[in-house]
Structures are given as structure tokens and as C-alpha cells.
Nanobody, 115 residues
């Protein structure tokens, strides 16, 4: 069994910053891609950023230049540094990981940017 647990969400004013963390635990043999997704009320869940095991990254156009994804393979942890936050960034943010032979999701953490 594998679990992903996010932390770091909260309330922030436009232009502010937050740093999200996601720690994978359990019977982990290997971790491949890890990423962050978000879902706002009434909208589909969308990819925010993804990072593969070697460190290559991809970002949604809406966050490019403002968000940075990183990972610490030794700690089975992925981070999302969010700068210059906008009200449109308000959503539940979910951690995703390809671990062993399966894909896992975290429980989500709320990010709210003052409107």
C-alpha cells in the first residue's frame, strides 16, 4: 500500500506565494513521474506541472514562469513552489505519482487566493 499526503495549502493574497509538499510513503519500490493537478468548482481537473525521475519538467501555460515543481527522490517527496498567485489559481491541488506499477493520488489540499 502506498499513500500520498499533501501539505502547504492555505489562504494567500494575490501576488503572494505558497509552497506545497507531497510525501509518498508505504511499500515503495520505485517512483517514476510525479505531478500536481488542480480542480476548481465547476471545472475539470487539470495538469499543473509534472516532473519525471530524471528531473525533466512540464508546466501548464497558465502557470509557466510562476510555479516551479521539484522533487527529492531520497525523501520520495515532490514540491510545488507557487509565486505571483492569482485568484484564478484557487482550487484543490492534488499530488499524483506513478509508483511501482500503479498511479496514486493524494487527498488534495485547498489553495485559496483572495478575490
Amino acid at each position: 500500500q502506498v499513500q500520498l499526503v499533501e501539505s502547504g495549502g492555505g489562504l494567500v493574497q494575490p501576488g503572494g506565494s505558497l509552497r506545497l509538499s507531497c510525501v509518498a510513503s508505504g511499500s515503495i519500490v520505485i517512483v517514476y513521474d510525479m505531478g500536481w493537478y488542480r480542480q476548481a468548482p465547476g471545472k475539470q481537473r487539470e495538469l499543473v506541472a509534472i516532473i519525471n525521475k530524471g528531473g525533466s519538467t512540464n508546466y501548464a501555460d497558465s502557470v509557466k514562469g510562476r510555479f516551479t515543481i521539484s522533487r527529492d527522490n531520497a525523501k520520495n517527496t515532490v514540491y510545488l513552489q507557487m509565486d505571483s498567485l492569482k485568484p484564478e489559481d484557487t482550487a484543490v491541488y492534488y499530488c499524483n505519482g506513478k509508483i511501482n506499477f500503479y498511479t496514486y493520488w493524494g487527498q488534495g489540499t485547498q489553495v485559496t487566493v483572495y478575490s
